[in-house]
């Protein structure tokens, strides 16, 4: 059987997964309902984070798919699954046209020489425009320095929700054959050098309670047996041999049994329990390695420690800094964009571990994962990793693209410039404005929430790490000051409606609160403590204008991302199954006046 190997790749929201799953169902490989999305949190946020593998059956061909993440923060997701395919269809929305992360996986497309598909996608969009959108990606392709051959790229027309494909705008069509037929013309035959010696690389981890750590490989010339002998030979040329104990192919979204890999497929192996990413499977030592997988290096660190909060041990399963340990281990056995410090005593002289991540939504979706595993934890506020080189200083910068209506482009401007943000393009259509700003990490983090602010909820936001640039000074961001309980108790209605004019509250009627949480945030930037169980003074007295409605305003409920973007440097964000709080590292006012003191 002929064996065709691509990834989807395309900006967040895209349509990437709808098309993938679309795929399968017309190839007869998944039944209704089904999603490449299978965590409860890609499900939640309708976003992919991990790349997933699957495979349709078309015309006797055995097309193997790799569905692949559009978030900036999951870029070493994509970089290292663009290895193991032979071409790519790059999705781009019919009215959007391309965006941050769609530059991103192109330019890595186009480095790997791979040649592009392009999709456009969501042409029955009441704003699309396909025409327009095409020439935006042909001059993508221009300005990323694609070959001749490249830039001779085909398109296709797609509404990925219909399941519908054309070749030209006019055409009728009913399904995506159309689609599949130009994949299997146009995508290079990949079953290739049967009889050479066999040679396959890693491109991606898995980890089954069982099997231990997994393989996924993609096999580039020769077959090999389950139960043979191998040798994995890492970039240093170090090699080591072991046994194949389990060997797994992609049928649709399920994993199925295999006596065989063969050249050009994707499958799983088990049986290499130190296995890493970038690593190449030979059956003879002479066989030589295939060049090894450069990862992204990660752009900020923060400090997991023992939850020590007076409401610790409540709800977690999992609470000591071993268990804590335990599972950072397993992570790093499968999220190679994460590094972790294992020095005990990080800060405060409190047990935890320095972690080092892409970006405020990789490591808070780590911190989802454990949290609803029964974890419970705390973490530090989120820095950017400064770098030296020759006596310099260096920090991450992020390209931002950003769409507002433009009555909002002001607002959004003058934040950003105050972040050190530098506008490098700027155009209006239709009443949408379109920036281009490079800004580094650091005025970025804790942004995202006041943009939605500034643009009533309907601006796009979105960004891709750039590289290592000279250190921009100081950046002053935060203009509100915390609100921080001074009691122990229940939060009571009247004492939130007496605060509730000073500032935004994370907290509602009923809240259990203790002494040094922070309840809320302070407009004027100055540092409050409040006392929100104090209720309303009964007497037997009645006066006028004493008895108002009391009308609390619902709270800025703090989720593990929200918290990460509000929480200052003195602060911790308590997480537990069941609650996100932000707390001070001192919890009374006394120990904070003497830490100030301490730190002058």
Not at 90 to 112: C, H, I, N, W, Y
Not at 130 to 150: C, K, M, S, T, Y
Not at 352 to 363: A, K, N, P, S, W
Request: proline content about 4%; aromatic content about 6%; glycine content about 8%.
């Amino acid at each position: 059987m002929q064996i065709r190997n691509i990834a989807i790749i395309a900006h967040v929201d895209h349509g990437k997964t709808t098309l993938t799953d679309q795929l399968m169902k017309q190839c007869g490989m998944s039944e209704e309902g089904s999603t490449m999305d299978s965590n409860a949190i890609e499900l939640e946020r309708g976003i992919t984070i991990y790349s997933k593998n699957t495979s349709v059956n078309y015309k006797g061909t055995k097309i193997n798919i790799v569905d692949t993440p559009g978030h900036a923060d999951f870029g070493s997701e994509v970089e290292r699954v663009l290895r193991a395919i032979d071409s790519v269809l790059l999705l781009v929305d019919a009215q959007e046209g391309p965006m941050p992360q769609t530059r991103f996986v192109l330019k890595k497309s186009l480095e790997l020489g791979l040649k592009p598909i392009v999709v456009i996608n969501k042409i029955d969009k009441p704003a699309a425009n396909p025409d327009r959108v095409h020439e935006e990606v042909l001059e993508l392709f221009l300005e990323l320095g694609a070959n001749e051959e490249q830039i001779d790229f085909k398109t296709i027309y797609a509404i990925g929700r219909q399941g519908i494909a054309k070749l030209a705008l006019a055409d009728e069509s009913t399904d995506l054959t159309p689609l599949l037929d130009l994949v299997l013309r146009e995508v290079p035959e990949a079953s290739k050098n049967p009889e050479a010696p066999f040679q396959a690389q890693v491109f991606n981890l898995g980890y089954d309670n069982f099997l231990g750590r997994l393989a996924i490989v993609r096999a580039y010339q020769g077959s090999i047996k389950n139960g043979a002998n191998i040798i994995v030979k890492n970039a240093e040329g170090i090699s080591r041999t072991t046994r194949i104990t389990k060997m797994f192919t992609f049928e649709g979204i399920v994993r199925k049994e295999s006596d065989i890999l063969t050249t050009g497929d994707i499958a799983i192996i088990a049986g290499i329990p130190d296995v890493f990413i970038g690593e190449t499977i030979v059956d003879n030592e002479a066989t030589i390695s295939l060049p090894s997988i450069s990862i992204d290096e990660p752009t900020i660190s923060l400090n997991f420690l023992i939850n020590d909060s007076p409401f610790a041990g409540r709800e977690g399963k999992y609470v000591t800094s071993r268990q804590i340990r335990e599972r950072l281990e397993k992570e790093l056995e499968v999220n190679v964009g994460l590094k972790v410090d294992w020095d005990k005593s990080v800060e405060l002289d409190k047990e935890g571990f320095t972690v080092y991540g892409r970006g405020e939504l990789h490591i808070a979706v780590l911190l989802e994962n454990m949290r609803r595993e029964g974890y419970e934890l705390q973490v530090s506020q989120p820095h950017v990793i400064i770098k030296e080189e020759d006596g310099k200083k260096l920090e991450p910068y992020e390209e931002v693209t950003i769409d507002v209506r433009s009555e909002y482009s002001g607002a959004v401007i003058e934040k950003l410039t105050a972040r050190k943000g530098m506008i490098t393009s700027m155009n209006e259509k239709e009443g949408i404005t379109r920036m281009l700003i490079e800004i580094p990490t650091r005025g970025l983090l804790g942004y995202r929430s006041q943009f939605v602010v500034d643009t009533k909820g309907e601006g796009i936001l979105a960004s891709r790490f750039v590289g290592f640039n000279s250190y921009a000074g100081e950046i002053k961001k935060r203009d509100v000051g915390s609100m921080t309980s001074m009691m122990t108790g229940k939060a009571v209605a009247f004492a939130l409606w007496n605060l509730q004019d000073r500032g935004t509250l994370y907290v509602e009627h009923g809240t259990e609160v203790y002494e040094g949480m922070v309840i809320g945030n302070v407009i004027k930037g100055d540092e409050m403590a409040v006392n929100p169980i104090k209720g309303k003074q009964l007497t037997n007295m009645r006066a006028s204008g004493t008895d108002e409605a009391v009308n609390v305003k619902p709270p800025y409920t703090l989720s593990i991302e929200r918290g990460l973007e509000v929480m200052s440097d003195d602060e911790y964000l308590e997480i537990t199954p069941k609650s996100v709080r932000l707390r001070k590292k001192y919890l009374t006012e006394q120990e904070r006046s003497k830490s100030k003191g301490s730190n002058k």
